[in-house]
């Protein structure tokens, strides 16, 4: 036939790039209200949970019988599934009913219940929701730090870029697995040249993981996936019980840790049980919420293509961060891997975050060119600086970041940068050269900077671990060195996995390193003028950005 040009036009947008796809519920590619999405039910017998949403105990899957044991307030719970779902939904939105009645409600449960709750709403409704329940008054951010070199001077400096630009948590990963150790000191080294207080994580094989956290090389955990199904748990060799053991040996260590779920991976291993995508992320909230773990990193995460492409999708992963604050854990809310070549959607997905604030609204703004990020991608990378310090300063609202001077960032990359250098030299590792501090300095990404011998990298890696490296022996390399600041802040934040405050739910620390967490910056919002606002200090940070004139100077 012949075509309308207008309709050609559109076809040639970005967003005809996208992967839609129409409900196929039977195979869990449904994002909320499937189907087969149990109902609501429990039944207890002499304090034993004998019925969990319509499924009788001698029925149960590992699942459910950990969350029947481990994750429900049973003394409320029959009074609670009593209650009609709709009137519930309303008193979650209501600002007149707090934080602390809700919570109440809420850990009384089951997960069919509370997804029945939460699907009341629409998404300014969720949003709401969201600005009174995450845990956390003060919201913040957490960044990617990767590169496709697994190059740790970059990563050093782009670390404490990063840092000054006012990210709370940094995580890196590897291209190359071996390489994890030289990433994860690149990136705590440099991370503490940017400002103290920043806790950083690499993202890896679970056992390798937990053995840096054990160094000391970092200095939290957040890539230990629960999951909504038995079957993909027994997949991965895994259990409920053994991911509780797991998150206890970081707590015994005094190392924060939270899990990670997310929408749609369920799905996407072929085991969703014909179950909607929220229900089942809602699951994992349970498993985590029974397993004493403080906070989860959620909202599709890697499975965001798959929970995007389905009608309510985009809504049902703020749904499921909704239900993280529900069940009181700390919530790093995702926008952390790209789903679209649209920047309409992606910044409208962000926004669902973004605007009320959760405890990270990014877990994982990528802080390098995506290009460079090992994480696939984020929703929002280095070049996109600009217009999120502008979309705080439009809306008056606290995306965690600030706008910094180029001089700044500079100084604080060749810092980072020759301190890394430093470290790898008192550490006898393969020498850091001074062209290579120079162009990661100034570099937008790893393009920039030269190639290093990776097979020498590689076995150097290997003996530093074989040597028992540890953070205190950074710290002193980086003193006998002479960056006695950076020294500081290291040793600083080594001596936190001692007190322990940062295992409190949803604590980070600020540049002098006090603690702020759930504990003593408890969420108090109650409507207008309530619960967090940005102070005169913060605002005046935030309209400082770059390309704002005096209009006295306009025209000269």
Not at 358 to 363: A, C, M, Q, R, V
Not at 367 to 386: L, Q
Request: one cysteine or more; hydrophobic letters at 40%.
């Amino acid at each position: 036939m012949k075509r309308s040009k207008r309709f050609e036009k559109l076809e040639e947008r970005d967003i005809s790039k996208d992967g839609l796809v129409n409900e196929w519920p039977e195979k869990g590619i449904v994002a909320m209200d499937g189907p087969q999405d149990p109902e609501p039910s429990i039944k207890i017998e002499d304090g034993e949970v004998v019925e969990l949403d319509g499924k009788k105990k001698e029925d149960f899957d590992m699942v459910d019988s950990f969350i029947s044991q481990h994750s429900l307030n049973i003394d409320k719970a029959e009074e609670v599934m009593a209650m009609d779902s709709q009137e519930l939904a309303k008193k979650i939105v209501d600002v007149n009913v707090s934080r602390e009645e809700i919570l109440e409600l809420t850990l009384a449960m089951t997960p069919a219940k509370i997804v029945e709750v939460v699907s009341h709403m629409n998404v300014v409704e969720m949003m709401m929701a969201v600005q009174k329940m995450r845990p956390r008054k003060t919201p913040s951010n957490q960044c990617h730090i990767t590169n496709l070199q697994d190059n740790p001077v970059l990563i050093a400096a782009d670390a404490a870029e990063a840092a000054l630009r006012g990210f709370d948590e940094q995580e890196t990963t590897v291209a190359v697995g071996r390489y994890a150790p030289f990433n994860a000191l690149g990136l705590i080294v440099g991370s503490q040249a940017g400002r103290g207080g920043v806790i950083t994580q690499c993202a890896v094989e679970e056992a390798v993981e937990l053995k840096l956290g054990m160094r000391g090389l970092t200095s939290y955990a957040e890539t230990v996936s629960v999951y909504g199904t038995e079957d993909v748990f027994t997949d991965g060799d895994d259990t409920p019980w053994s991911k509780a053991f797991l998150a206890s040996a970081y707590a015994s260590r005094g190392l924060k840790m939270r899990f990670t779920s997310g929408s749609g991976s369920e799905a996407q291993m072929g085991f969703a049980e014909g179950k909607s995508m929220l229900y089942l992320e809602t699951r994992c909230l349970y498993i985590t919420k029974g397993a004493g773990v403080q906070g989860i990193q959620n909202g599709a995460v890697s499975c965001i293509g798959i929970a995007s492409s389905v009608p309510s999708g985009v809504r049902s992963v703020l749904a499921e961060n909704l239900i993280a604050m529900l069940l009181d854990l700390e919530c790093a809310s995702g926008n952390d891997q790209t789903f679209t070549h649209s920047r309409t959607r992606r910044t409208a997905r962000m926004l669902m975050q973004f605007l009320p604030g959760t405890d990270f609204i990014f877990s994982g703004y990528s802080g390098v060119p995506n290009y460079d990020n090992m994480f696939a991608g984020s929703t929002h990378d280095v070049d996109d600086y600009d217009d999120y310090n502008i979309l705080q300063r439009d809306l008056k609202v606290d995306g965690g970041l600030r706008p910094v001077e180029e001089e700044k960032a500079i100084e604080v990359r060749n810092k980072a940068a020759k301190a890394i250098q430093a470290v790898f030299e008192a550490l006898d590792l393969p020498e850091i050269t001074d062209e290579e501090v120079e162009a990661a300095t100034y570099a937008h990404g790893s393009k920039d900077v030269p190639e290093r011998d990776v097979t020498q990298d590689l076995k150097a890696v290997e003996e530093m671990m074989n040597r028992g490296v540890t953070g205190l022996d950074v710290v002193k390399a980086l003193g006998e060195q002479g960056f006695n600041e950076v020294a500081e802040n290291l040793l600083n934040l080594l001596k936190q996995r001692v007190c322990g405050d940062y295992l409190h739910t949803s604590a980070i620390f600020d540049e002098d390193f006090n603690c702020i967490s759930a504990v003593n910056d408890t969420n108090d919002y109650a409507g207008p003028g309530t619960g967090y606002r940005i102070s005169e200090e913060r605002w005046k940070e935030i309209k400082d950005v770059r390309l704002a004139r005096d209009p006295e100077n306009i025209g000269e």
